[in-house]
C-alpha cells in the first residue's frame, strides 16, 4: 500500500536538501515523474529538523531512509507516518501520474 511518509533529519537544516533530493532523484532534470513524490519543510523541535516528504509503499519508504541515513552522516534519521496537511499534495501528485 502506498502511503504518506516523513523521514526526518534531526540536527539538519537547507545545507542537507540537495544531497537529500538526490539520493532519491539522481537527475535534478528528467523527463516524466519522479518515481517517488517527493517535498521538503522543516520544523523546529530543538536544534531544528529537515522534514523529507515522500508517498510511497512502506518498502520503499525503508529504502528512502537507508540513503538519506548514509548522507546524513552521524544526524539521527526516522521515519514517521505523513501528518494530515502537511505534503498532502505529494498524495494528490501520485494519483494524477499513476491512472490508469
Known sequence: MV?????WIHGAGLELQEPVAR????VEEHDGPCEV???F??????GGVLVL???????????IVRRVAAVAGDRRVELRP???GVFDEL????EIENRG
Open 41 to 46: 519543510t522543516v520544523a523546529d523541535e530543538g
Open 91 to 94: 498524495r494528490v501528485q501520485y
Open 82 to 84: 505523513g501528518r494530515s
Open 23 to 26: 539520493t532519491i532523484c539522481p
Open 3 to 7: 502511503a504518506g511518509y516523513e523521514v
Open 53 to 63: 516528504g515522500i508517498h510511497a509503499s512502506a518498502d520503499k519508504a525503508e529504502e
Open 37 to 39: 513524490p517527493w517535498g
